[in-house]
């Protein structure tokens, strides 16, 4: 199955940072997103509530593209930390869902809703489809 076009949509070895539902920077590597994160962002006066995606493609089947999407915090320190009340959350298309149904930006969107109204139902790794009907209730 060829999955250029997500190629196309986001570049699968970066890191992206997205802020109230859009993406703000982008870095290969968490490592070089925090570094980015203290030059490129000014100080917040308190905490504040991001989310980090990353994506991956695989030849198994089961879970041929994922995506991850984490709650993190920014302090004021301009750090990116995992405070206690921050979520996350795997994303895994099969083969078979991709045929169906191809990734889409969107679907950032959802798993950002889905995080954000705490409706993972204690799930850390879940399905396209199990996203969808979650986010479509």
């Given at each position: 199955?060829?999955?250029?076009?997500?190629?196309?949509?986001?570049?699968?070895?970066?890191?992206?940072?997205?802020?109230?539902?859009?993406?703000?920077?982008?870095?290969?590597?968490?490592?070089?997103?925090?570094?980015?994160?203290?030059?490129?962002?000014?100080?917040?006066?308190?905490?504040?509530?991001?989310?980090?995606?990353?994506?991956?493609?695989?030849?198994?089947?089961?879970?041929?593209?994922?995506?991850?999407?984490?709650?993190?915090?920014?302090?004021?320190?301009?750090?990116?930390?995992?405070?206690?009340?921050?979520?996350?959350?795997?994303?895994?298309?099969?083969?078979?869902?991709?045929?169906?149904?191809?990734?889409?930006?969107s679907d950032i969107?959802?798993?950002?809703?889905?995080?954000?109204?705490?409706?993972?139902?204690?799930?850390?790794?879940?399905?396209?489809?199990?996203?969808?009907?979650?986010?479509?209730?």
């Amino acid at each position: 199955m060829n999955l250029d076009y997500i190629d196309e949509l986001v570049d699968t070895n970066k890191y992206y940072l997205y802020y109230k539902g859009k993406p703000i920077l982008s870095a290969l590597g968490l490592k070089n997103l925090k570094i980015k994160i203290k030059n490129e962002i000014d100080e917040p006066k308190e905490k504040i509530k991001v989310f980090v995606i990353n994506f991956g493609k695989s030849t198994n089947s089961k879970q041929l593209f994922t995506f991850g999407c984490y709650r993190s915090t920014i302090t004021s320190k301009l750090a990116l930390i995992a405070d206690k009340d921050d979520l996350g959350q795997n994303i895994t298309y099969s083969k078979k869902e991709l045929e169906k149904r191809k990734f889409k930006l969107s679907d950032i969107k959802k798993a950002i809703k889905l995080i954000t109204e705490e409706k993972m139902n204690g799930k850390i790794n879940m399905s396209i489809t199990e996203l969808i009907k979650l986010t479509s209730e």
